[in-house]
């Protein structure tokens, strides 16, 4: 379970160099400590960029989890524990399931800008950039990483450049992570509401079975 930290100026200026994003304070943000369950109602509310569910929209179970993209604890819950909840939960119309960005490094915030950047393809791009994680999160060019992979989506220079330009997108994706922390007292990822049960961890098919029944049960 990977600690919220946020980013220095310093680190988000060096990726700035690269990129071409604007400097606006990253992380000068004051962070809640609020913790505990939320009222699913509150968890629903529009945010500052719209929510893409995956399973039917009156399944019994609605799952959001808050995740970074240079996580590996998430990278591991993606590559674990998302093939189960997929196959008997969400295809099976027991529950449905969302991803929101909480970034904690400049990194991460460009990984979930590219991957907004693919419209439709959103979700296929974020399973993308966790299972290649290593490839671009924590290589000695991880930009470069992060070129190589959305060629592979057929995005081109052009494009991702314009991407990570994007300072509303930008805007909007940290604003997302900044309600997060705020309202919902995340503090770290992945983070996990289950009908609004908060549980943290990267959680394991078993451990996921032991959350999700009783929900559906009831």
Not at 89 to 102: C, P, Q, S
Request: some cysteine; overall charge neutral.
């Amino acid at each position: 379970m990977t600690i919220f930290k946020a980013a220095t100026r310093r680190q988000f200026l060096e990726l700035a160099a690269g990129s071409g994003l604007a400097a606006t304070g990253f992380g000068r943000q004051a962070f809640a400590q609020a913790s505990g369950d939320v009222p699913i109602e509150q968890l629903l509310e529009e945010g500052a960029l719209t929510d893409i569910w995956q399973g039917k929209a009156d399944a019994p179970v609605t799952i959001i989890e808050y995740a970074s993209m240079t996580c590996p604890h998430c990278a591991h819950f993606h590559e674990e524990g998302m093939p189960a909840l997929k196959s008997k939960y969400i295809d099976t119309g027991k529950a449905r399931f969302v991803l929101r960005e909480f970034p904690f490094d400049p990194l991460a915030v460009a990984a979930f800008m590219l991957a907004r950047c693919s419209n439709d393809k959103r979700d296929a791009m974020v399973d993308l950039l966790f299972a290649q994680q290593k490839n671009w999160a924590f290589s000695d060019k991880p930009l470069q990483g992060l070129v190589n992979l959305t060629k592979q989506t057929g995005m081109s220079q052009a494009a991702f450049d314009a991407c990570l330009k994007d300072q509303k997108l930008y805007d909007n994706v940290n604003a997302v992570r900044d309600r997060g922390s705020q309202k919902f007292g995340v503090d770290s990822t992945p983070t996990f509401f289950f009908n609004g049960k908060k549980v943290s961890g990267a959680l394991s098919p078993d451990e996921l079975d032991k959350v999700i029944a009783p929900l559906i049960k009831s």
